[in-house]
């Protein structure tokens, strides 16, 4: 990495906290990375657009942002495309990439579309569950399966179904979330996460982190708030499958159209150890504990450098930077 002077970046200003179901771990993200890039010179200040009018970023003088906001209104193209507008380039995925990435179907098909692997899935619009559209799903996915919202993140309303029984609790609880519900079948095996740094032909892969959650640890409350959860990096998987790992989350980023950084979630199933993607995250949590700041860590970047080489790489779809 060529050595980013902190004085050309200018006047910044760090997206976090938003409205979003994330808002909590938004500003965790945010506080860390504006303590790191102030720890690197860099003329940063905090800025929640929960309060504020974003149009302010413009009459402030700000330079470029960095987008610490997680979810809805956040990184799903909108703050993305005000931003456009307001043509104050800004970290991470373009207003399209964020905002199908942030849809965990239509991600899926692009990636089908593509031959990327996925997990099997049906989509239950809001007007198709009906108790007898819910019950066909286990028909067709099998069991166990997994039910979640489609546009939120952070485990939020997801349920491991292991039983006819369960699917209607299950939808439910997706549908406070989101409308539409997401059925998917269920991989059992390893869990990984893989992030990218970088655009267009720069873009790497960071080393895999392997994931260890006690049997059923889905929850957001488990995920962020308990050491249930291990996490390792270097992984320990073997060579060719941290490759494989790399190079399919790599494909699956380029063809969604991601820029600046990203973070795959994977499963590697146990019966053939063959890797499947479940979501493309376009704004990860950012936090020291956080995974993308773990693996960077391993790849040998500093949180401190890491976040500054996202804030370097801010872009408008332009193609301006700043
Ligand atoms: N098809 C699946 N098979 C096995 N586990 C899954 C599946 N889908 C989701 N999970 C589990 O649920 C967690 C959250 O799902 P994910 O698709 O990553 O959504 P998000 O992180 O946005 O809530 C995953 O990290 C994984 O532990
Ligand atoms: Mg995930």
């Known amino acids: 990495m060529n050595r980013i002077d902190p004085k050309t970046l200018g006047k910044v200003a760090v997206l976090f906290g938003g409205t979003s179901a994330e808002r909590e771990i938004s500003i965790l993200s945010g506080t860390g990375v504006l303590e790191a890039l102030r720890a690197r010179g860099v003329d940063a200040q905090a800025f929640d657009p929960a309060g504020r009018d974003l149009a302010e970023l413009q009459r402030d003088g700000i330079a470029r942002c960095f987008v610490a906001?997680?979810?809805?209104?956040?990184?799903?193209?909108?703050?993305?495309?005000?931003?456009?507008?307001?043509?104050?380039?800004?970290?991470?995925?373009?207003?399209?990439?964020?905002?199908?990435?942030?849809?965990?179907?239509?991600?899926?098909?692009?990636?089908?579309?593509?031959?990327?692997?996925?997990?099997?899935y049906v989509r239950l619009a809001f007007d198709q569950q009906s108790r007898e559209q819910v019950m066909a799903v286990p028909d067709v996915l099998g069991l166990p399966l997994i039910v979640k919202p489609p546009r939120e993140g952070s485990s939020i309303g997801v349920t491991k179904v292991e039983g006819y029984s369960q699917m209607q609790d299950a939808v439910a609880?997706?549908?406070?979330?989101?409308?539409?519900?997401?059925?998917?079948?269920?991989?059992?095996?390893?869990?990984?996460?893989?992030?990218?740094?970088?655009?267009?032909?720069?873009?790497?892969?960071?080393?895999?982190?392997?994931?260890?959650?006690?049997?059923?640890?889905?929850?957001?409350?488990?995920?962020?708030?308990?050491?249930?959860?291990?996490?390792?990096?270097?992984?320990?998987?073997?060579?060719?499958?941290?490759?494989?790992?790399?190079?399919?989350?790599?494909?699956?980023?380029?063809?969604?159209?991601?820029?600046?950084?990203?973070?795959?979630?994977?499963?590697?199933?146990?019966?053939?150890?063959?890797?499947?993607?479940?979501?493309?995250?376009?704004?990860p949590g950012m936090t020291t504990h956080s995974l993308v700041p773990m693996s960077a860590r391993a790849a040998g970047i500093a949180y401190e450098d890491l976040c500054l080489q996202v804030l370097a790489s801010a872009a408008l779809d332009s193609g301006r930077h700043a």
């Open 173 to 283: 609880l997706s549908a406070k979330y989101d409308a539409d519900v997401l059925c998917e079948e269920f991989i059992e095996g390893q869990e990984v996460t893989c992030a990218v740094l970088g655009s267009g032909l720069d873009a790497r892969a960071l080393p895999v982190v392997r994931i260890a959650a006690p049997e059923g640890a889905y929850d957001y409350q488990n995920k962020y708030f308990t050491d249930d959860v291990k996490y390792h990096c270097p992984s320990g998987l073997p060579e060719a499958e941290e490759r494989a790992i790399q190079q399919i989350t790599l494909a699956a980023y380029r063809t969604l159209g991601c820029r600046g950084w990203g973070r795959a979630d994977l499963m590697i199933r146990a019966s053939d150890r063959k890797p499947f993607l479940l979501e493309m995250n376009t704004s």
């Open 69 to 120: 906001l997680h979810g809805r209104h956040g990184e799903d193209g909108t703050v993305q495309g005000a931003l456009e507008l307001l043509g104050i380039p800004y970290t991470g995925s373009g207003v399209m990439a964020s905002s199908v990435a942030m849809d965990k179907v239509m991600t899926k098909r692009i990636w089908q579309a593509d031959g990327l692997p996925t997990p099997k």
